[in-house]
């Protein structure tokens, strides 16, 4: 089993940034695509972006490119997004997935999940 835990959310103006973070335990990352996935109340969730463990490629939604940036640095199990130009209509929980899939963007492909943490994003 691999343990998630996400940090970094919180309340932020439209336009502004934030940084998420999400620390994985008991298993190294170096052999998962690892992602970022956010869900609304009342929405379902969606993928907001995935890095490979397969030469870092990187995806993401349509609606975030050019504006959240995925990376990740797996001497400390830690995958990272950073969030810029964020809108009121991203408020949502933020979740970290990690799996063994070289590319995956659908929940199913996912074999590991983190609790979540809220982002809330004022007008």
């Known amino acids: 089993q691999m343990q998630l835990v996400e940090s970094g959310g919180g309340l932020v103006q439209a336009g502004g940034s934030l940084s998420l973070s999400c620390v994985a335990s008991?298993?190294?990352?170096?052999?998962?695509?690892m992602a970022w996935f956010r869900q609304a109340p009342g929405k379902e969730r969606e993928f907001v972006g995935g890095?490979?463990?397969?030469?870092?490629?990187?995806a993401y939604g349509d609606s975030v490119k050019g504006r959240f940036t995925i990376s990740r640095d797996d001497t400390k199990n830690t995958v990272y997004l950073q969030m810029n130009f964020l809108k009121p209509e991203e408020t949502a929980i933020y979740y970290c997935?990690?799996?063994?899939?070289?590319?995956?963007?659908?929940?199913?492909?996912?074999?590991?999940w983190g609790q979540g943490t809220q982002v809330t994003v004022s007008s």
């Open positions: 890095i490979s463990w397969v030469g870092r490629s990187t």
């Open positions: 008991s298993r190294n990352i170096s052999g998962y695509t």
């Open positions: 997935a990690a799996s063994t899939k070289a590319i995956a963007r659908q929940k199913y492909e996912y074999n590991y």
